[in-house]
């Protein structure tokens, strides 16, 4: 889920990284956007929070979105479920 100017949505992720993401999503957003995101891990109880991510390109129904600023703690879990899940 991503909140903003963009509006509210959800999508998709694909290629999620500590940097960032790609997206899947129906809804329009703008390229240079700001957002609040809470990522919904599989193997998670609660949303991963990213305080602020920008939106760094869009094309169609995808965009890519780099994450800016994370509470230490939703770093740390990501970090974890990335190494866990690394292939």
Known sequence: MFAGAPGIGEGVIHNLSESGCLIECERKVLEGS?????????DQVRALVIELAAIRWVREHYFGMEFLRLPAPDRSRLWQFLSAHHR
């Open 34 to 42: 700001y957002v609040t995101v809470r990522l919904w891990l599989p």
